[in-house]
């Protein structure tokens, strides 16, 4: 059965390092549904949060394939335990048929922020779980949807689950 | 003193303890080249396509187990090169490839002989850098023998930009290499070790399949004892052989695609399989489905968590090096006053000496045509065994494996998990260059030899006396025999039409050519090329154009379900 799961990476942030991760999922045949990176407050390092999905032993191979890179210092499922997730998602929704109250309720529900307006749409900002940012999209009124931009899920262990070089 | 690029490269070359290095010269490299010029260390071999320089540095390292080097030029340079790397790296061979790049300040403006280096060669190498300011570089050198040589070893290749070989920094080689994201394993888990050797003591019928794992961590003696101590059957992968005796009577021979009867029944019926520095390859083990049909536990040995688990689900995972975890599996045994379950393990080698007496390689010795087989037998024969042979790919290789006996390791060089024609001349070319008093045999066939042919030019400059046995079926028997027994006969392209004359081809090289088509002359001119000790010579053996190999698993086939003579 094919289940989702979290990685979390901290890799050196080097030129190259990234390439290597997206080509080791593309060269064995994993799927990324989200892949987001950043250095972190080290700056010789980078961390990084994948969403995949793949049978037990899939997700093994990932883990082990991930961790035998030489760029990557630590990698955990963080499925495994306790953990947050969050993706940032910017939505543009056409206002020109006059429905700014139903939008703005809208966002106020999923206690997102409009945090740009032009005289036909409006820019939508909501942070929040996969599932929360895909109820808002269905919420929307298809029609209204500009554009979307979504950053893919950041995830971190909860309590002293802690990732360190 | 400050030092260029170009010398600082070949200073690390020379602090790395590497004598030889194969290449070929372009623009990119032409300071490296000339720091090349202006030192005696480290002798270069010019190669005659830089495919071969790769092959050639990866043989190098397959008879030594030092760390193989070759240097090439941007563009085109190492495009050639891909396909030695790739056969590198699918053995998990050591090895450093240096390359030229153009210019910091060109690169992605589509340059002159330009190409993503780095980017082409990603997934064929254990590991890449590409070095953009001189200060990195013997850094860079220093982190890539590291890496090439310590856990599974690899390829690892260097890409220096034209201007890096030039610009000049203070060198200072690394004494030592602190990588925080890698750790290979050495010793073996205690507590899995203690279960381990309980499932060993409690075997009814047991079965170590040992790999090329076995080989490049030099644990041939532990191997050997570890087999003996228990008295357990033996077979050795094609990457594997010459790990364990040959000429052993634990011995059952190699496994898979054309093992023996006795080897794929035994890993086939066995209830303990313990895998030594093997990753059960799709060519050993066939139809994975048809191998778990039978229930066995299996054990398996090696240093890279990734091969564990990979293609069938393991019951005693144990990551480590494998000379390292047979010494703790040693100490174990030697401490333990328990023995294996003698009654069945009796039984159990009743079993295989019936599978064995099947005789499962026989072929026609009276034949009115050469035999294949034949030649190998009497190559075997004629060198005493104490040949170090090479082979390219396609039947030939497959006679090789089966009927010279390895006694000992990295005596047995070929492309294993590529399995690149092409490769048998310039791997006897690194072997050579490594051993120069060593007996060298290539075993090739007309159409492999045919892809690194221009290579019989450096042979001749370098005063390389291989001996190169062409098993001359006039096909691309390999490719016959599938369209043969899988394709209704229809031998589409599989025909080498218009061969050159081998012997005329070897003589306008300036070496010694021989042709042989009657098998009561085998012999004689085996015994008569081999005396010539210091010439290459190439003997061109018209073989019987027909012969299959035997056995054969068919591929999606079980183990158990060959195609027997
Ligand atoms: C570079 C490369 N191309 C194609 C193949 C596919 N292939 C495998 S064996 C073989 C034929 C080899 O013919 P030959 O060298 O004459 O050996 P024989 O099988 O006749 O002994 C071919 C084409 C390969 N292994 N490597
Ligand atoms: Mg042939």
Request: hydrophobic share 40%; proline share 4%; net charge negative.
């Amino acid at each position: 059965m094919n289940m989702r799961h979290i990685f979390s990476l901290l890799m050196e942030n080097e030129s190259g390092a990234l390439s290597r991760v997206a080509g080791l999922f593309s060269a064995r045949g994993y799927n990324i549904e989200s892949l987001s990176v950043a250095p972190t407050e080290d700056p010789t390092l980078s961390r990084m949060t994948i969403v995949t999905a793949g049978s037990a032993d899939v997700i093994e191979q990932i883990l082990k394939q991930l961790d035998k890179l030489i760029e990557v210092v630590k990698v955990v499922n963080l499925t495994e335990g306790g953990h947050i997730e969050r993706e940032l998602m910017l939505v543009k929704v056409s206002t020109a048929e006059g429905n700014t109250e139903d939008i703005a309720r809208l966002v106020s529900i999923f206690r997102g922020h409009v945090i740009d307006v032009s005289d036909e749409t409006y820019t939508i900002e909501l942070t929040g779980d996969v599932a929360k940012l895909d109820a808002f999209l269905d919420a929307l009124d298809h029609n209204l949807i500009v554009e979307t931009v979504r950053t893919g899920a950041s995830g971190i262990g909860r309590g002293n689950r802690i990732l360190n070089p | 003193m400050e030092l260029t690029g170009a010398e600082i490269a070949i200073r690390c070359l020379k602090e790395e303890g590497v004598e030889h290095i194969f290449g070929y010269p372009g623009g990119a490299v032409l300071d490296i080249y000339d720091a090349i010029f202006r030192q005696e260390k480290v002798r270069h071999i010019l190669v005659r396509h830089e495919q071969a320089a790769a092959h050639a540095a990866d043989g190098y390292a397959r008879a030594t187990g030092k760390v193989g080097v070759c240097l090439v030029t941007s563009g085109p340079g190492v495009t050639n090169a891909v396909t030695g790397i790739a056969t590198a790296y699918m053995d998990s061979i050591p090895m450093v490839i240096l390359s030229g790049q153009v210019s910091v300040a060109a690169i992605g403006q589509d340059a002159f002989q330009e190409v993503d280096t780095v980017g082409i060669t990603r997934p064929c190498v254990k590991h890449n850098i590409l070095v953009k300011d001189v200060r990195d570089l013997a850094p860079a050198i220093k982190k890539a023998f590291h890496i090439a040589s310590t856990g599974r070893p690899g390829p690892v290749l260097v890409d220096i930009p034209k201007d890096v070989s030039q610009k000049k920094t203070e060198f200072n080689y690394p004494a030592k290499v602190q990588l925080r994201s890698y750790h290979p394993a050495s010793k073996g888990e205690p507590e899995m070790l203690r279960q381990v050797i309980q499932v060993i003591m409690n075997a009814r019928r047991p079965m170590i399949y040992a790999g090329g794992g076995v080989v490049l961590s030099n644990a041939s003696d532990e191997l050997t004892r570890f087999a003996r101590l228990l008295n357990f059957p033996v077979t050795n992968t094609l990457m594997g052989l010459g790990a364990y005796p040959a000429t052993d009577s634990q011995f059952v021979g190699m496994p898979g695609m054309h093992g023996t009867f006795e080897a794929n029944m035994a890993m086939q019926n066995c209830d303990v399989l313990i895998g030594i520095g093997a990753r059960f390859d799709d060519r050993v083990i066939g139809n994975p489905a048809h191998f778990f049909e039978a229930t066995r536990k299996i054990i398996h040995i090696d240093i890279d968590p990734t091969s564990i688990s990979k293609r069938v689900p393991v019951d005693l995972p144990v990551v480590g090096n494998v000379k390292d975890v047979l010494k703790q599996l040693l100490g174990l045994l030697e401490a333990s006053r328990e023995k294996p379950e003698a009654v069945a393990l009796g039984e159990w080698w009743k079993q295989i000496e019936l599978w064995r007496s099947r005789d499962c390689l026989r072929f026609d010795r009276h034949s009115e045509v050469i035999k294949p087989q034949l030649v190998v037998d009497t190559l075997y024969h004629v060198t005493a065994g104490k040949a170090i042979v090479t082979s390219d790919v396609g039947q030939h290789q497959m006679w090789a494996a089966q009927f010279y006996k390895f006694d000992r390791p990295r005596r047995w060089i070929n492309s294993g998990g590529l399995g690149t024609m092409g490769v048998g001349l310039p791997y006897a070319m690194g072997v050579q260059t490594a051993f120069p008093d060593e007996t060298v045999a290539c075993v090739t066939g007309e159409a492999s030899i045919q892809m690194c042919i221009q290579e019989l030019s450096t042979c001749k400059q370098y005063h390389l006396p291989i001996k190169i046995v062409n098993l001359n079926n006039r096909y691309m028997g390999m490719v016959r025999q599938w369209q043969e027994f899988f394709y209704g006969n229809r031998y589409a392209e599989s025909y080498i039409d218009a061969l050159p004359d081998f012997v005329r081809l070897a003589e306008s090289y300036g070496h010694v050519g021989m042709r042989i088509d009657k098998p009561s002359d085998v012999e004689g001119a085996l015994k008569e090329a081999f005396k010539l000790k210091d010439r290459l010579v190439f003997m061109d053996f018209i073989t019987d154009q027909t012969e299959n190999v035997y056995p054969m698993v068919p591929s999606g086939k079980g183990m158990s379900e060959m195609i027997l003579v």
